[in-house]
């Protein structure tokens, strides 16, 4: 079938904005992180990144269960009853504080995690294989567009979460733009959830597959093209056994983990850097300067996260998907290893940012790389599958960062109401010489990467 269609397939990318901008949120969960062990003292460093591991494992999992589900029903469903299950978990993540301890936590990783990380995964895969399904001519750059607003919702949804909890101004680029009421932490979920739940249904529905055997008008596939696909569809029983898949599995976990470890933490790890400068006890403003800059570093770690989807996406259309991983991971390797030593925030954002700019390029690549391999016929289950791997990264990543930590010293610094709290400075080095060289691994395995031959084409 040519191009014509009663459908603009541009109303796609639209909807898959509107959706992932909002899906990633997921990445502010570093904003949360002191004002969660200012209210339960008792959760550690290990306890508070609890919910982070498991919103990415469930996640990734559930992306398997919503790519299933869309190849065989239409993306458009799916994709609204994943809004719905992620704005009901952080709706009902407000009612964590009516709880302590223990049970406080495990009714926020439920509540936030695993329903709201079932309710991302759901709705994410919809929009990736929709476009993908409407744009073979453009696979790399649709995928970068796809998966953008993922990376970018951090840019608007941490500095509105941080107002929210403080009851600051909503920032961006340390320029006060308009009031927010103090909601404090708990609330905030709740406004979040709402608006959550709100935009991903809207999105979900723009979201519909192509006709059958449909094609962009004047565009013919180029077999001698780098990134042209194999023109076999290949099921995901078959895609698990060949060794193509698991080395791209491989190394998608390798990048995921760096740059999850990295985003996840990207505040506390600069407060750590910074308050390590200070001399105690620190101001009640200078304690909220440094909070304001870890919470602007997410947001601009997320424009280079966005940047790099669009960016890698279009590279790899030109030089192809293999150089171009192999440069991501190399430029990573580069970063991680390098990062400790980055302790003035200018230096901090460069090297975060650049961890961001790679890790953006990972998640626009591998669903192109999981079409060129293996077809889009069963894209939606298969990216699935390969997706694991980011599910497997969400837990790593994260969980070295806190559990190869180390505290360094404490600080006191005094609060609002002239309160003396303990800040402890934490020592992430380890963490970061291992991602560093699990990337360089990466690299290594990528070079040995080949197309797969497969047998059956069914």
């Not at 249904?201 to 449909?214: E, F, I, K, M, W």
């Not at 890790?359 to 699935?384: C, E, I, Q, R, S």
Request: charged share 10%; with cysteine.
């Amino acid at each position: 079938m040519n191009g014509a269609t009663t459908y603009n397939r541009w109303w796609v990318v639209v909807g898959a904005l509107i959706i992932q901008i909002s899906l990633g949120a997921v990445y502010i969960w570093s904003v949360f992180q002191t004002p969660l062990r200012e209210a339960f003292p008792t959760w550690s460093e290990v306890d508070v990144t609890r919910p982070a591991q498991i919103v990415l494992a469930v996640f990734a999992l559930a992306v398997i269960i919503g790519g299933r589900i869309q190849d065989r029903v239409g993306p458009r469903w799916v994709a609204t009853a994943g809004g719905v299950i992620l704005g009901l978990g952080l709706v009902l993540a407000r009612w964590t504080e009516r709880w302590s301890g223990t049970t406080a936590l495990t009714w926020l990783t439920v509540t936030y995690a695993v329903l709201g990380g079932a309710g991302i995964g759901l709705a994410y895969v919809c929009p990736i294989a929709t476009a993908v399904k409407w744009f073979p001519d453009k696979r790399g750059l649709i995928t970068g567009l796809a998966v953008a607003g993922f990376g970018a919702g951090a840019f608007f949804f941490a500095p509105l979460a941080r107002g929210l909890i403080s009851g600051r101004p909503y920032a961006l680029f340390g320029a006060d733009l308009f009031a927010l009421p103090p909601l404090g932490v708990f609330r905030t979920f709740l406004m979040l959830g709402i608006v959550f739940l709100v935009a991903v249904v809207a999105g979900a529905q723009l979201l519909r597959n192509p006709p059958p055997g449909y094609k962009p008008a004047g565009w013919e596939p180029r077999p001698s093209s780098a990134t042209a696909p194999t023109g076999v569809d290949v099921g995901p029983r078959q895609m698990l056994a060949m060794p193509s898949f698991w080395i791209l599995w491989v190394t998608y976990l390798a990048g995921c983990a760096a740059g999850l470890q990295v985003i996840m933490k990207a505040s506390p790890i600069w407060q750590s850097f910074r308050m390590a400068a200070l001399s105690a006890p620190v101001p009640a403003e200078e304690f909220a300067r440094v909070g304001a800059a870890g919470a602007m570093a997410v947001s601009i770690l997320a424009i280079f996260n966005s940047l790099g989807r669009i960016f890698w996406g279009k590279v790899s259309d030109v030089i192809g998907r293999k150089a171009t991983l192999m440069a991501m991971f190399l430029i990573c390797a580069a970063a991680m290893l390098a990062l400790d030593r980055f302790r003035v925030f200018s230096l901090y954002l460069l090297g975060v940012c650049t961890v961001g700019f790679c890790f953006g390029g990972y998640l626009a690549l591998y669903p192109a790389v999981t079409a060129d391999f293996f077809g889009t016929k069963h894209l939606g289950v298969n990216y699935g599958w390969m997706f694991t791997a980011y599910g497997v990264g969400g837990l790593l990543g994260p969980f070295l960062a806190a559990r190869l930590m180390s505290v360094s010293g404490k600080v006191d610094y005094l609060t609002a109401d002239g309160a003396t709290k303990v800040f402890e400075v934490a020592n992430y080095r380890p963490a970061f010489l291992v991602a560093g060289l699990t990337c360089l691994v990466a690299a290594g395995l990528i070079a040995t990467l080949k197309r797969p031959t497969p047998r059956v084409t069914s």
